[in-house]
């Protein structure tokens, strides 16, 4: 599970930081003192949580929800506990109050984990729908090599033929299984599909796909369990 923390304080954010170092199923990708800095880091990556402080300059964490991608659970720290009402209408996954205890946030964390867990759980025959034009493409996910992206359209590579959508890097990542996960600003790869790979390149089949230095080490800890789980 990947995870921000968005908070103006820098105690705070180490004090978070801190907890989550105790949950090995989540991945800090990114800290910011400011909303707008976070805004657009979640402009360009998809991340499962989303830990906001509310009262914060220039973008309030509140705001910042609002115009967040819906795949991602919001969760708000705040040391006002008057904000409480304003974030249940955002259907925010939980409100933790300065100062934040250990027992408090772990609870929050650990129903998330659960959460994600569950709807991970799908059986291998299971079909997505790929928008595409005027069609509408039923394709398995594993047989999905990888995904590139062209413009504003992402292109899915299968064996056999591509399929065109007309979605961000986010949205294609938000209707996919745990095992694809993105490697490029312009590509996510299917984890059972690399053949082989280098330090900056990753080889399916005839394709050629790089490795950016924002996604390397996340990569390579996958390709890490991956080959303990098997």
């Known amino acids: 599970m990947k995870a921000i923390i968005v908070d103006d ?4 954010i180490e004090l978070l930081k801190g907890y989550l ?8 990708v990114g800290t910011f003192r400011n909303g707008l800095k976070a805004f657009e880091f979640l402009n360009q990556y998809l991340v499962d949580v989303a830990f906001l402080d509310i009262n914060m300059p220039h973008l309030s964490g509140t705001s910042l929800a609002k115009m967040t991608n819906t795949q991602t659970k919001i969760v708000f720290t705040t040391a006002y506990s008057e904000f409480a009402v304003e974030s249940y209408e955002l259907d925010a996954a939980d409100y933790l109050l300065k100062p934040v205890s ?3 946030f772990a609870k929050t964390v650990s129903k998330l984990l659960n959460q994600s867990n569950q709807v991970q759980s799908v059986p291998n025959d299971t079909y997505i729908l790929i928008k595409s034009g005027s069609k509408t493409v039923k394709v398995k996910p594993q047989e999905i090599l990888f995904l590139q992206k062209d413009s504003n359209y992402m292109v899915y590579h299968l064996a056999d033929q591509r399929v065109m959508a007309r979605e961000s890097v986010q949205e294609a990542l938000a209707h996919l299984a745990d095992h694809f996960i993105q490697v490029h600003k312009s590509f ?9 790979f280098e330090k900056d390149e990753i080889e399916i089949g ?8 924002t996604f390397r080490n996340t990569f390579f800890e996958r390709m890490k369990n991956l080959g303990a789980e098997n």
């Open 21 to 28: 170092e105790h949950f090995s199923a989540v991945e800090l």
């Open 188 to 196: 996510i790869v299917n984890l059972h599909a690399i053949d082989s």
């Open 9 to 12: 304080e820098p105690k705070a």
């Open 206 to 213: 005839k394709h050629r796909i790089p490795i950016s230095g």
């Open 102 to 104: 250990f027992e408090r």
